[in-house]
T-cell receptor
Framework: GENVEQHPSTLSVQEGDSAVIKCTYS??????FPWYKQELGKRPQLIID?????GEKKDQRIAVTLNKTAKHFSLHITETQPEDSAVYFC??????????????FGRGTQLTVWP | NAGVMQNPRHLVRRRGQEARLRCSPM?????VYWYRQLPEEGLKFMVY????????ESGMPKERFSAEFPKEGPSILRIQQVVRGDSAAYFC??????????????????FGAGSRLTVL
């Protein structure tokens, strides 16, 4: 099955700085890569996702890049704010159209943004 | 749209009792996934169901755990004879009917607020 590794496990940045979280995956068939943000005691919420036919996707201060050859993808948050503090999870799966496979999650990155 | 509804939000059981967790998918979603999250850990896949059918239960423990998604009513995750190690947050997620490859965003998979099980 798929194996998703996520680094770092904790990340502290100063408000206004950028934060980068990296993930690798093992199954070359994986073609859908979402990122979730989970605040303490809350549900995981999708913040951005990317499919394997795209190399980069951006949504305001958040961007995701995908390198299919190297099997890694990264989350970039620019101009960080204290409210960005949360646990971030990357995930990978195979979307075959007829079925969406199970999401394989990384172990998470605790991001802390200091004011 | 009420989103994915889970209940109860908090459940306390003593060792040996049964726990039943319920999940109603988003309107228009026909597939349900259950994930377990232990404290300060990631989300571990348990089972994937559509109405009256288990698609993938490779993440379910072999004993004491079962799941169903009947034709009518919510999906239910059932844990028999609970032990302290079952204490966790159990998240349900739902997705729309497949055959719509290329979707992105919240249309693909949406999580519920979770049910937090504490076993005394």
């Amino acid at each position: 099955g798929e194996n998703v590794e996520q680094h770092p496990s904790t990340l502290s940045v100063q408000e206004g700085d950028s934060a980068v979280i990296k993930c690798t995956y093992s199954d070359s068939a994986s073609n859908y890569f979402p990122w979730y943000k989970q605040e303490l005691g809350k549900r995981p919420q999708l913040i951005i996702d990317i499919r394997s036919n795209v190399g980069e996707k951006k949504d305001q201060r958040i961007a995701v890049t995908l390198n299919k050859t190297a099997k890694h993808f990264s989350l970039h948050i620019t101009e960080t704010q204290p409210e960005d503090s949360a646990v971030y999870f990357c995930a990978a799966t195979v979307d075959r159209g007829s079925t969406l496979g199970r999401l394989y999650f990384g172990r998470g990155t605790q991001l802390t943004v200091w004011p | 749209n009420a989103g994915v509804m889970q209940n109860p939000r908090h459940l306390v059981r003593r060792r040996g009792q049964e726990a039943r967790l319920r999940c109603s998918p988003m309107k228009g979603h026909s597939h349900v996934y259950w994930y377990r999250q232990l404290p300060e850990e990631g989300l571990k896949f348990m089972v994937y169901l559509q109405k009256e059918n288990i698609i993938d239960e490779s993440g379910m423990p072999k004993e004491r755990f079962s799941a169903e998604f009947p034709k009518e009513g919510p999906s239910i995750l059932r844990i028999q004879q609970v032990v302290r190690g079952d204490s966790a947050a159990y998240f349900c997620a739902s997705s729309p009917p497949m055959g719509r490859i290329g979707l992105t965003g919240a249309n693909v998979l949406t999580f519920g607020a979770g049910s937090r099980l504490t076993v005394l």
